[in-house]
Nanobody, 122 residues
Framework: QVQLVESGGGLVQAGGSLRLSCAAS????????MAWFRQAPGKEREFVAA????????YYADSVKGRFTISRDNTKNTEYLQMNSLKPGDTALYFC???????????????WGHGTQVTVSS
């Protein structure tokens, strides 16, 4: 069992930056693919970024490529999402996810956090 707790969300102006963190409990954290998804009001949950268990492979949605960076520190059981050049369209509730998945972009992860709100003002 893995429990995930996100932090780092907030209100920022367009063009600004935020760094989200996801702290995990459980001894098997390092064996899972980790990801970030987001959900804006009235919209479906969408894939943002994912990282392999070793950190050697990363994947991004086209909408955030070049602006967001996903990373993990298995010694601290923590995943990060550095978000730069934020846009109003990035406003959403951001979720951390962990699991053994076949398709990293599908929301089929076994474990989810409760989310942290990111609001980008224009």
């Amino acid at each position: 069992q893995v429990q995930l707790v996100e932090s780092g969300g907030g209100l920022v102006q367009a063009g600004g930056s935020l760094r989200l963190s996801c702290a995990a409990s459980g001894r098997t954290f390092s064996s899972y693919t980790m990801a970030w998804f987001r959900q804006a009001p009235g919209k479906e949950r969408e894939f943002v970024a994912a990282i392999s268990w070793s950190g050697g492979s990363t994947y991004y949605a086209d909408s955030v490529k070049g602006r967001f960076t996903i990373s993990r520190d298995n010694t601290k059981n923590t995943e990060y999402l550095q978000m730069n050049s934020l846009k109003p369209g990035d406003t959403a509730l951001y979720f951390c996810a962990a699991g053994s998945v076949n398709r990293y972009y599908d929301p089929e992860y076994e474990f989810w956090g409760h989310g942290t709100q990111v609001t980008v003002s224009s």
